[in-house]
Nanobody
Framework: QVQMVESGGGVVQAGGSLRLSCVAS????????MVWYRQAPGKEREFVAM??????????DYDDFAKDRFTFSRDNAGNATYLEINSLRPGGTAIYYC????????????WGQGNQVTGSS
């Protein structure tokens, strides 16, 4: 069984930065897709960033809104992913979720518990 533990969220002054982490426990995860999503109040969950495994190794991708202010990284040795958010917007808030997708005969996904991020004025 895999558990995804998120940390690093909170309230940060507008213009500041925040770094979220997501650590997988239970077993080592390799050759999997790791994804960050977010969901704002009253809105649907949306994709933020991810790394994808293929025959060449890992490739990364960002949603358009996240390209300028978000930095995604992955630490396979520690089964961890990180999301750095820069220039937080005043009054903005969302819950961020990490996700791992394990390919196979029956694909499996594991989700973090969610981590709220708020930019204060």
């Amino acid at each position: 069984q895999v558990q995804m533990v998120e940390s690093g969220g909170g309230v940060v002054q507008a213009g500041g930065s925040l770094r979220l982490s997501c650590v997988a426990s239970g077993r080592t995860l390799v050759n999997v897709d790791m994804v960050w999503y977010r969901q704002a109040p009253g809105k649907e969950r949306e994709f933020v960033a991810m790394t994808r495994w293929d025959w060449r190794g890992y490739t990364s991708d960002y949603d358009d809104f996240a390209k300028d202010r978000f930095t995604f990284s992955r630490d396979n040795a520690g089964n961890a992913t990180y999301l750095e958010i820069n220039s937080l917007r005043p009054g903005g808030t969302a819950i961020y979720y990490c996700n791992v997708h394990v390919p196979g005969p029956v694909p499996v996904e594991y989700w973090g518990q969610g981590n709220q991020v708020t930019g204060s004025s």
